[in-house]
């Protein structure tokens, strides 16, 4: 049965039952005041009407005003006829009483009267005992009725008062922990509402609903595991060794590289703290350093050297962090890290090919090529012999170009050192001005050449800085003929001595080219050259530049507007 039509039956007899229960007492009651009233109208007024008439009879002969009294109880007794028999007896009343008024001596009436007087008394005294059986009876028909009717809406509200709570409470209750249940991925969860109420059709509804999300569930999980697998194969076959970290540091996979490379088994070291592994493996150890706040910068790969392989090779490292959108939120969460270690020793070993190709090329170039710059320097030499005009412009233009392959094969052999870590500085207590002065002299005759005026502007003393003199002055002299290089003729360079707390600074201005400034932060990388830059050069010069002044503790810095110049800033460390 529906509980819609339980809870309206149950309550619809129940209110039934009341209007019934009021009704049947008003109407016993209704009865009761009937009977009390008959008891009362009729009769009681027959015995006062009586009992005043007899009082009248006593005093008939002392009292004149007794007679009239008698009367008008008479006249009142004459019209309240109510019982059988009464009106008989009134009219024997009404006749003795009629004779007693024409024989007022007669004793013998006076007794007549008394006598009818007491029967009619009689009379309704027995009608008061009789109604009040009846009323006694009506009340105790009220009483059963109102019990019956009473106890019928006892039983009715206690059942439902026993059963009702239950049968809508209990479902519900179940109801709530199968939802808890299936809400905590409990997609098994049944509940099994019997009959054909409503909570039987929600049951039904509820059980579809959970076979539904356990096929969902069971197809979407056999998805994952095989999408995982999918993953895991993919890293597994990567030559680069990849390990994954949960948001607790614990290593969640490592593939085949990472264990080949670290030397570790997969057993021992899956769901373990990787700061735990790192205690007794160098590898991870060196891997971990971040975590320590050792590199804060993730973004800038590491190159490590690891033996593997049978050999020295080269990873670079790179910490990718995993970052998601929880589903249902907005704010975004790290819940892990991935290391992974690029395997760079091919590019290594072929990059080391490379310096030493260029190394071995511009070594062997750099003996010609002085003993051709000697020659020359004889050619020109008038006591060798005279040349005509066109001779001094050939020997000129050889010169040129003789100078600037020695440049090049310079900066090649310089380039091919810092590469290979070879650079040797001889760092001392240097003179900043002589360093300076040698390069604008070394510099002067190419800016001559371009009509190109060096203007310098030094302080009066300036303290020593801690330098290599050689190399810094190779640097000074690099800037200046990139200035003149990249200025127009008839130009002016400004060369500049200042000092700051704990610098020297030299500083290079021209009125150039300028550099826009999406390449001002690649200028100083090696080989970079500004793309349609016409002029000759290797993009050698900045990046050894930099090399050799960050090698001394110092800073290399450049301020540059495209069409408007550059100044070129070299901040040497103060030998105090
Ligand atoms: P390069 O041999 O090409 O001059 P550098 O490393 O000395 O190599 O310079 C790198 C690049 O920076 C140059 O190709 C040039 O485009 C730019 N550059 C260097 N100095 C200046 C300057 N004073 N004015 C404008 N551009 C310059």
Not at 78 to 105: A, C, M, V, Y
Not at 256 to 266: D, P
Request: aromatic content about 6%.
């Amino acid at each position: 049965m529906k509980i819609k039509t339980k809870l309206t039956l149950g309550v619809g007899l129940l209110f039934f039952l009341i209007v019934l229960l009021v009704a049947l007492g008003v109407r016993q009651l209704h009865t009761l005041a009937n009977d009390t009233e008959n008891i009362l109208v009729d009769n009681y007024n027959s015995l006062d009407y009586s009992r005043n008439m007899l009082k009248e009879l006593d005093k008939i002969e002392t009292d004149k005003q007794s007679l009239e009294k008698f009367q008008h109880y008479l006249e009142l007794q004459s019209r309240n006829i109510t019982e059988i028999g009464e009106k008989e007896l009134t009219e024997n009343l009404l006749e003795d009483s009629q004779t007693f008024l024409q024989q007022p001596d007669n004793k013998s009436v006076i007794l007549l009267i008394r006598n009818d007087l007491n029967a009619i008394m009689k009379l309704n005294m027995d009608s008061i005992q009789r109604k009040s059986i009846v009323a006694s009876q009506t009340a105790d028909r009220a009483i059963l009725w109102i019990s019956i009717t009473g106890s019928m809406c006892f039983i009715i509200a206690f059942t439902l008062l026993i059963n009702l709570p239950s049968t809508i409470a209990d479902p519900i209750k179940d109801l709530t922990e199968s939802i808890r249940q299936i809400a905590g991925k409990n997609y098994s969860r049944r509940v099994h509402f019997e009959g054909h109420s409503e909570f039987g059709d929600l049951a039904r509804s509820f059980n579809t609903m959970a076979e539904k999300l356990q096929e969902y569930s069971d197809s979407s999980l056999a998805r994952l595991m095989m999408e995982k697998k999918r993953i895991e194969t993919l890293i597994n076959n990567m030559h680069d060794p990849v390990i994954g970290l949960n948001d607790t540091q614990k290593i969640l996979f490592a593939n085949e590289e990472a264990l080949k490379i670290s030397g570790l088994k997969s057993a021992d070291i899956i769901g373990k703290p990787v700061q735990d592994i790192a205690v007794y493996n160098d590898l991870i150890r060196s891997l971990i350093q971040h975590l320590a706040g050792n590199s804060v910068d993730n973004s800038k790969n590491e190159t490590l050297t690891i033996y593997a392989d049978n050999k020295e090779s080269y990873f670079e490292k790179q910490i990718v962090p995993i970052v998601i959108t929880p589903t249902g939120e907005t704010e975004k969460k790290e819940i892990g890290s991935f290391i992974i270690l690029r395997n760079v020793t091919l590019y290594k070993e072929l990059d080391y090919a490379k310096t030493n190709f260029i190394a071995t090329v511009s070594h062997e170039f750099k003996t010609p090529i002085a003993s051709m710059k000697m020659s020359l320097q004889l050619l020109e030499n008038e006591s060798i012999g005279s040349l005509n005009e066109e001779q001094q412009h050939l020997i000129a233009s050889i010169k040129d170009d003789t100078n600037r392959l020695l440049r090049t094969t310079g900066e090649l052999l310089n380039i091919t050192q810092v590469e290979t870590g070879k650079t040797q500085l001889e760092i001392e207590k240097s003179n900043v001005l002589q360093i300076v002065t040698e390069a604008v002299d070394a510099t002067q005759k190419l800016a001559e050449q371009k009509n190109i005026k060096l203007f310098t502007a030094f302080p009066d003393t300036i303290p020593d800085v801690w330098a290599d003199r050689e190399k810094t002055t190779w640097v000074v002299s690099n800037l200046i003929t990139n200035a003149i290089r990249y200025s127009y003729e008839n130009a002016s360079i400004q060369v500049q001595l200042s000092e700051d707390d704990s610098y020297v600074k030299i500083i290079v201005k021209d009125n150039g080219l300028g550099i826009s400034s999406q390449y001002t932060g690649k200028i100083f990388d090696r080989y970079f050259r500004i793309p349609g830059s016409e002029k000759e050069g290797t993009g050698l010069g900045l990046a050894i530049s930099k090399e050799f002044i960050e090698a001394q503790k110092g800073l290399i810095t450049v301020e540059s507007e495209l069409g408007s110049g550059s100044t070129f800033t070299v901040f040497l460390k103060k030998a105090i």
